[in-house]
């Protein structure tokens, strides 16, 4: 658990079909930390490893609680503990299921149907772990392009670390970088029927996933069932 430059709360679809593609997809496995063979995908605007270069280090996941570094005098065995202690404490979330979607320029996995009791555990996690979150410096702070934020945004950027939480978090598993909107609809395109077979329905979120950050790229550390 040690040895970790960031952690993270993410949901990470368990073991089965579709994370074992996502992590082939994106060329990284979380879970084992190590890197997967891309699949061969047609119709596709650039090489799958262009279009994933900047989600790779992050492996296939759902945020809850972004990326944060710990907070002086918190420890990564408190985070472990209290992380548990959180999920046993909170309701698995079950949606109908999840759609392939274009958020802009990117690619992702979104909610079908109502999503509030998803929002209000991702709530649960941020507000809850938040005394292991260290203040974002002047550069982890100036990365958000605060200039280019809502009001609410730039409170929450303040509050909690990050400007796409509370109210203003939409739960996506992203597929791909940020692309030009005839490349991002084109790869939608591409991977609509090789993703439909593999997307459960209904889609179950049942843990929580602390994840870590060494060189650069993010593990899956532990699952915590949501048993609440």
Do not use: N
């Not at 274009?102 to 992702?108: D, I, K, S, T, W």
């Not at 005394?131 to 982890?140: L, T, V």
């Not at 029927?193 to 889609?203: E, G, S, T």
């Not at 060494?214 to 899956?220: D, I, P, Q």
Request: hydrophobic share 45%; aromatic share 8%.
């Amino acid at each position: 658990m040690t040895g970790y430059d960031r952690y993270a709360i993410y949901h990470a679809p368990p073991p089965g079909p579709l994370a074992d593609w996502a992590a082939g997809w994106l060329g990284w496995d979380a879970a084992g930390g190590r890197a997967a063979a891309h699949p061969a995908v047609g119709g596709l605007p650039r090489p799958v490893a262009a279009l994933t270069a900047a989600p790779r280090k992050y492996g296939f996941h759902g945020t809850l609680k972004p990326p944060f570094r710990l907070a002086h005098g918190t420890s990564a065995a408190g985070l472990a503990e209290a992380t548990a202690a959180l999920a046993a404490r909170l309701r698995p979330v079950t949606l109908p299921g999840v759609q392939l979607a274009r958020l802009g320029g990117f690619v992702a996995l979104i909610p079908e149907g109502e999503a509030a009791a998803l929002e209000a555990l991702a709530t649960e996690v941020v507000a809850r772990l938040d005394g292991f979150r260290a203040p974002p410096d002047a550069a982890e702070r100036a990365r958000r392009r605060p200039e280019r934020l809502t009001p609410r945004q730039r409170a929450l950027l303040d509050l909690w670390g990050y400007p796409h939480v509370m109210e203003e978090f939409r739960f996506h598993l992203t597929l791909t970088g940020d692309l030009a909107e005839d490349e991002a609809e084109a790869t939608r395109a591409a991977l609509a029927p090789v993703l439909a077979p593999l997307l459960p329905r209904p889609y179950a979120v049942t843990d929580l996933c602390l994840f870590g950050e060494r060189a650069g790229m993010f593990h899956l550390l532990h699952r915590y069932p949501l048993s609440g």
